[in-house]
Structures are given as C-alpha cells and as structure tokens.
C-alpha cells in the first residue's frame, strides 16, 4: 500500500510539473507571438490586436468548410451544392438515389428547365440504346461513339496519379471516352484500357518539339495508339478563356515535367493562344495538318463569347469543302471549372452553356453542317436534368469534369490548386494520394455513368423519346422573369437550313439532320 502511495505521489507530481512545464510554453509563445504581431507593420488586424487578430485566418480557413457542413442549406452553395453533389455521390456508390417527400428545389427562378412529360411515355419494353454517332467521316480512322456522357479533359498534374487511373479504369467499365485534358498522354490515362481523346492545347504538351513547336513525329507516335481515337485542339475553356493553362511549381513533379516536356519545379503557364492560329483559315489548316498526320477525328474546342466568327468560320469550310470542316466542336460554359485561374475571368468572361449550346447548334443548322460537325456539350453538367437539357439544345455528346471528380470523392474543398486536396483527387502529395484507391473509384467513375445514363433516359421516355438523342427543344421549357415557363423551340426556334450537306455513309443506326418537331 505504501508502495501504491509511493508510486501515486509521483506520478500526480511528475503530471504536475508537466503542466507546468506546457502552461509555461504556452504562455512563452503567447509573448512571443504577441511581439512579433505588435512589432510587424503589413498588417494591421495584427498589429491592433495582437494574437487575437490570427484567428482570423483560422476562422476564414475554416469558415467554408461550416457553411458546406452545418449552415448552408441543400441548394445554396456554388459551385455546385449540396443536392447536386450527394446525387453524384449516391449515384457513384451506387446506392439507391432517389428523394422522399417533395423536391428541395425551387422552380421559380428564371432558366428553370422543366421537361414537359407526355400522357403517353414510351413503356420500358420499348425504349432503346442511344445509338451510336460516327466522328471524322472523311478520316482514315473515324470513331462510333455511343455513351451519352464522357470524362471532360482533366490534365496528369491538374489531378493526381492515381485520379487518372480511377478515371481510365471507370470509363472502360462504363465504355466511355477519356479526355487527357492539356498535359499530354500518361501511362496512366492508359492504364485501363479506355477510348481516349488527346487535348492539344496552346503549350503543345506531348507533341512539341524542343522549341515548342507542334512535332508531327510525336503526333504520329500517340495517334498509333489504337486506345487513342480523337485529337481536340483546345482554343479556350470556360473558367479561363483568353488566358492559357496554369500549373503552379508544386504541381509539376520530374515525372509530369517529363510527359510534358517542360522544365520541373517551375509554374508551367500556357500561351493564351496558339501562335499559328490568328484566322479562321489557319484554324481550318491546323486542323486539317494534324488530321492528316494522325488519321483520326480531329475537332477544336472553345468557350463562346464573340460567335460572329464562328458563321464566317463555316462559310470558309463550305469554301474549302465539308471535308475540310473539324469533324467536332465542343463547346464549354464561361463558368466551367479548372484548377487554377484568375478570379476575374472565371467569373465575368465567357458565355454560360445555357446561352452558348442552342446559339452554336443554331448556327450549324443554318451552314448546313449539323450533320457534319458534331457537338459536344461542357460545362456543370452534372446531373441527368443538366444532361437531358443539352440533348434537347442540341449536343450529340456531353462530358463532365466535376461531376466525375465527385465520382472520385471530391468534396469541393476549392484547394485544387495548393496541392492539399484532401481527397488525393488533385494533388501530389503521396501521403494524400493513397486515400484513393484507383480500383475502388473505378467502379464508382462507371456507376456514376451508368446512372447519369438511366436518370436521363427517364427523362427522355417520360417526354415520349425512345433514347435521349430524340430529344429536341420542345421537350423542355425554361421558366422566365413572369414565372411562366415557355418552350425552349420558342426562345432559340429551329432554323432553316441554307444548303444539304451530304457525308460518307455512317452507321446503320446513326441519327442526323434538322429535327422536325413533333409536340406529344
């Protein structure tokens, strides 16, 4: 017993001088951070209120993650909120994802999309696959494209190692297409053995020579890869157009620096254009030049802002021929994502996709060239509402970044670009990469897909369309200012079409032409 006291004693002793010893540390950096804040001059939070001003930061830091967590509401936040992730979510884990009650959304505000549901909806037994669509008639190597939905570009350096891997497993389970985003074809985008389409953007990543220039040998050596069935020049992208792609100095490890030719551990900035494209011509030409290297479907993408180009662009091709036309265009939203880009054009620059999408089938339609070029839809199209809206303004693919790297397990934690993404989605610190197993979020990537797939085929069936490929403009209304809603085929009406484009025969199940409308 004396013993036990003994021991007791010293402990309770030896845990006092502890105390002791943490409050005195406690009260020594206490003093020094107050002199340092009452001594230092930038800022002034600091230097009024000594100490008590640095939770400030901490309150700041933490301050988006209390709005996510406890106070915004289901369908406050932006980018995207609350309702629209745990939908990715639940549909990536392939969970039941339907809703109880009554919906949480409000649909009064103006641009509401609401599909106008017919008596008669098409019975289960006889719906149908949306067919497939070929791409690059006139090319040595076209590509048939089926899935309705596809993996938007997302560079190896933007998004991590194993993200890549997840995404090339997942859409070879879901047999969906792989964008490599600007940073060039890693062994990882081919790991899973997916359809792939190599984004060429204004720093040439992957295919430029020593001096920056585009290398055709290069070209040729990634198109004889069969895994790789399109090229996409990329002009613009929504969150940043007019300006070229950012890779801060963490970002771009030996291995990235390798794949894209650049130097490692220096911020990699994009030009904001391509040097040898000042004219619809030399865009005509450069397409042409790479289509002809590679053999393969060969297409450019844009965000739209100034579209009076676009109409003197197809009369050039109609010029030249329809040979010569990109055999796709996909058009990206002026609020559409990256991992890093300035506030003001992320912000206030580039046409949203509810705007730019009916403007630019519009003017396909009046060229004659719908049936040629193919357009593809981008954008914070996310859900199968979203989807289904851009089959009705007249898209024939749609892909996702986002809603892909929701997938994956983003949390929308807006730390793309520092390197301290805590779900191991966009960064390339090995001990924040190994909580995504690429195995786990493939199957997530392709339950995704295969949900977006049946959330918008139930749209299409309850508007009477056998697939979501029929849909057209008058399936769906979009609420105005008066809180009426009125018919998408009212605001952007089906225009005539100038002159018949005839194409090299395509499949038996392909769908083209100007759409007839017809109300159920």
């Known amino acids: 017993m004396e013993l036990f006291d003994l021991i007791s004693g010293r402990a309770v002793n030896l845990l006092a001088s502890l105390l002791t010893i943490a409050l005195g540390i406690g009260v020594l950096v206490l003093v020094v951070l107050f002199v340092l804040d009452i001594t230092q001059t930038k800022d002034a939070i600091r230097r009024n209120y000594p100490v008590v001003g640095r939770f400030r930061y901490l309150f700041t830091t933490l301050g988006e993650f209390f709005r996510q967590y406890f106070f915004a509401m289901d369908r406050e936040e932006m980018p995207f909120n609350r309702a629209e992730r745990d939908w990715v979510y639940r549909s990536a884990e392939g969970v039941d994802n339907t809703v109880a009650f009554g919906s949480t959304r409000?649909?009064?505000?103006?641009?509401?999309?609401?599909?106008?549901?017919?008596?008669?909806?098409?019975?289960?037994?006889?719906?149908?696959?949306?067919?497939?669509?070929?791409?690059?008639?006139?090319?040595?190597?076209?590509?048939?494209?089926?899935?309705?939905?596809?993996?938007?570009?997302?560079?190896?350096?933007?998004?991590?190692?194993?993200?890549?891997?997840?995404?090339?497993?997942?859409?070879?389970?879901?047999?969906?297409?792989?964008?490599?985003?600007?940073?060039?074809?890693?062994?990882?985008?081919?790991?899973?053995?997916?359809?792939?389409?190599?984004?060429?953007?204004?720093?040439?990543?992957?295919?430029?020579?020593?001096?920056?220039?585009?290398?055709?040998?290069?070209?040729?050596?990634?198109?004889?890869?069969?895994?790789?069935?399109?090229?996409?020049?990329?002009?613009?992208?929504?969150?940043?157009?007019?300006?070229?792609?950012?890779?801060?100095?963490?970002?771009?490890?030996?291995?990235?620096?390798?794949?894209?030719?650049?130097?490692?551990?220096?911020?990699?900035?994009?030009?904001?254009?391509?040097?040898?494209?000042?004219?619809?011509?030399?865009?005509?030409?450069?397409?042409?030049?790479?289509?002809?290297?590679?053999?393969?479907?060969?297409?450019?993408?844009?965000?739209?802002?100034?579209?009076?180009?676009?109409?003197?662009?197809?009369?050039?091709?109609?010029?030249?021929?329809?040979?010569?036309?990109?055999?796709?265009?996909?058009?990206?939203?002026?609020?559409?994502?990256?991992?890093?880009?300035?506030?003001?054009?992320?912000?206030?620059?580039?046409?949203?996709?509810?705007?730019?999408?009916?403007?630019?089938?519009?003017?396909?339609?009046?060229?004659?060239?719908?049936?040629?070029?193919?357009?593809?839809?981008?954008?914070?199209?996310?859900?199968?509402?979203?989807?289904?809206?851009?089959y009705c303004a007249g898209a024939d693919f749609v892909t996702s970044a986002r809603g892909f790297m929701f997938a994956l397990g983003c949390i929308q934690a807006m730390k793309c670009n520092k390197n301290t993404c805590p779900t191991g989605v966009t960064t390339h610190d090995p001990r924040l990469q190994q909580g995504l197993d690429p195995a786990d979020k493939a199957v997530r990537v392709a339950n995704f897909v295969d949900k977006m797939r049946y959330g918008v085929g139930v749209i299409a069936h309850s508007c009477g369309a056998h697939n979501p490929r029929e849909l057209k403009r008058h399936h769906v209304r979009l609420v105005q200012a008066d809180g009426k809603s009125v018919p998408l085929d009212e605001l952007f009406p089906y225009p005539a079409t100038a002159s018949v484009v005839t194409s090299p025969p395509t499949p038996a199940n392909d769908i083209s032409g100007t759409p007839t409308p017809t109300r159920h």
């Open 106 to 390: 409000n649909l009064s505000p103006v641009g509401t999309a609401i599909f106008v549901n017919t008596p008669y909806p098409v019975l289960d037994e006889d719906t149908s696959s949306a067919p497939a669509l070929r791409l690059g008639p006139y090319c040595r190597t076209p590509y048939d494209a089926e899935s309705i939905i596809n993996v938007s570009g997302m560079s190896f350096g933007a998004i991590s190692k194993p993200a890549v891997m997840a995404l090339s497993r997942g859409a070879r389970l879901a047999k969906c297409w792989l964008n490599t985003g600007e940073g060039g074809l890693s062994p990882y985008h081919l790991d899973g053995g997916c359809d792939i389409v190599f984004q060429i953007g204004t720093a040439k990543y992957g295919v430029r020579d020593t001096h920056g220039r585009l290398s055709d040998e290069r070209l040729r050596a990634i198109a004889a890869r069969e895994q790789v069935r399109m090229f996409e020049v990329k002009l613009s992208q929504g969150a940043k157009p007019g300006k070229g792609g950012i890779l801060p100095a963490v970002k771009v490890t030996e291995e990235i620096a390798h794949i894209r030719s650049i130097p490692a551990h220096t911020a990699s900035v994009s030009p904001n254009r391509f040097p040898e494209i000042a004219t619809n011509g030399e865009l005509i030409d450069f397409i042409g030049h790479i289509r002809d290297v590679t053999g393969k479907p060969t297409g450019f993408k844009c965000v739209l802002g100034a579209y009076g180009w676009l109409e003197e662009f197809c009369d050039e091709v109609h010029r030249r021929g329809i040979e010569s036309a990109p055999d796709f265009i996909t058009i990206d939203s002026g609020d559409g994502g990256t991992g890093a880009a300035p506030m003001p054009l992320m912000d206030n620059v580039g046409l949203q996709i509810r705007q730019a999408l009916p403007m630019v089938a519009d003017i396909l339609y009046r060229k004659g060239l719908k049936d040629r070029i193919r357009l593809i839809a981008s954008g914070k199209l996310i859900t199968p509402a979203e989807v289904a809206w851009a």
